[in-house]
């Protein structure tokens, strides 16, 4: 005879049973509806940061805060209205936009967080990675991977502004992040013209060195820490010229694998000619796009937003997205998709093909 019995609904046996669960901290898998939803449950909003705001609040930081305050960058982060007041652009990356003043410097430190400098405006700045000095002028990518050194420098009589993107939501997850502080003593260093990583890693299209810095041992991150406005921008106009197309896009990548610029970010530029229509597309992982020039439209899940100069756009995973430039518009895309990718957890589908199938 079988010992199994099921309880009644009042059984008080079964309270009993939940009881003594929940004391032993544990809870059953029944109970948790909300566990696995058909689709993502999706706390982070499609959201739009004017230019106009971000700047005039990061100058305004600019003359009331000095850089040895509230940390040691003037920053101030895109913080997403569906994420509860945390200070993450998405569920997954941190956005912000970054102020050095006239001969300000944002001292030494690394972190195991990657970053990404894409640069609005100013121009003189340069960031020293690892001892090597990058240049940086509006339109240039410029990377410090994890754990790598870095400190800004603004040697200039005008403030530079620039987007950051981190990783940093995703290392928070994952209980990886570390942070240090770096030597005090200022780098007095003459700012050479093309900085070490570039010399090594951007001679000519194609060609990378059989041995160098990179021999051995290959970090997990591109060895090349800039990507110059005019590189992108030629290889844009190159790809509208070829396909006749209304929009072009080309990926930021390693030069000595092709692989991403960093393991967690992706990086992206895009152009859109007058009258371009990208097709609309849910994918997972999330994204924050940065106009760089131009105007226009995307719609989020139907929602449209007026993209100009310096606005920065946060687009959460499986949000239906597309746009369509009123002028020639650059956007510049920042994403967690390599993770999704390497994860064995990356989707997309494109909302115009679904409704040709059915
Ligand atoms: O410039 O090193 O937006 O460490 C967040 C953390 C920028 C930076 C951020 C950082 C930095
Ligand atoms: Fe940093």
């Known amino acids: 005879m079988s010992t199994r019995r099921f309880a009644a609904p009042d059984d008080p046996a079964l309270d009993q049973l939940y009881a003594d669960v929940a004391e032993a901290d544990l809870q059953p898998l029944w109970t948790q509806e909300a ?73 030494a430190h690394h972190h195991t967080p990657a970053a990404l400098r894409f640069v609005l405006e100013g121009e003189g700045v340069w960031t020293l990675v690892d ?8 339109g240039d990518l410029v990377l410090t991977p994890s754990w790598r050194w870095h400190e800004h420098h603004n040697p200039g009589d005008t403030p530079m502004l ?3 993107g981190l990783d940093i939501p995703l290392v928070r997850a994952l209980d990886a992040v570390f942070f240090e502080s770096g030597p005090d ?30 021999a051995g041992a ?9 990507y110059r406005w005019l590189d992108t921008d030629r290889a844009l106009a190159a790809q509208l010229a070829v396909t006749g197309r209304l929009d072009a896009a080309v990926r930021f990548s390693d030069p000595t694998s092709g692989a991403d610029v960093m393991p967690t970010l992706r990086c992206e530029m895009h152009r859109l000619l007058p009258g371009a229509r990208t097709a609309t597309t849910r994918r997972t992982g999330s994204s ?17 937003f007026e993209l100009e100069a310096g606005d920065m756009l946060a687009l959460p995973s499986w949000a239906a997205f597309e746009v369509s430039a009123h002028e020639t518009t650059d956007l510049f895309r920042v994403c967690d998709t390599p993770v999704l990718e390497a994860l064995g957890l990356y989707r997309e589908t494109t909302l115009a093909q679904q409704e040709e199938l059915s």
């Open 35 to 107: 566990l696995m939803p058909g689709a993502p449950p999706i706390a982070d909003v499609a959201y739009l940061w004017k230019w106009k705001t971000l700047r005039g609040l990061a100058e305004s930081a600019g003359s009331l805060v000095p850089i040895d305050r509230g940390g040691d960058r003037r920053v101030l982060s895109l913080s997403n209205p569906g994420l509860g007041g945390l200070p993450y652009a998405t569920t997954t990356l941190w956005g912000a936009v970054q102020y050095l003043g006239p001969h300000e410097v944002a001292p």
């Open 131 to 138: 001892g090597d000095p990058v240049s940086m002028s509006p």
């Open 162 to 164: 620039w987007f950051d």
């Open 185 to 214: 003593e200022m780098t007095n260093r003459a700012v050479d013209p093309v900085s070490g990583s570039e010399q090594w890693y951007a001679g000519a299209p194609g060609l990378v060195p059989v041995s160098g810095p990179a």
């Open 218 to 226: 290959p970090p997990m991150h591109s060895p090349l820490m800039a």
């Open 288 to 304: 924050i796009w940065v106009t760089f020039r131009g105007a226009a439209r995307a719609v989020v899940d139907g929602q449209p």
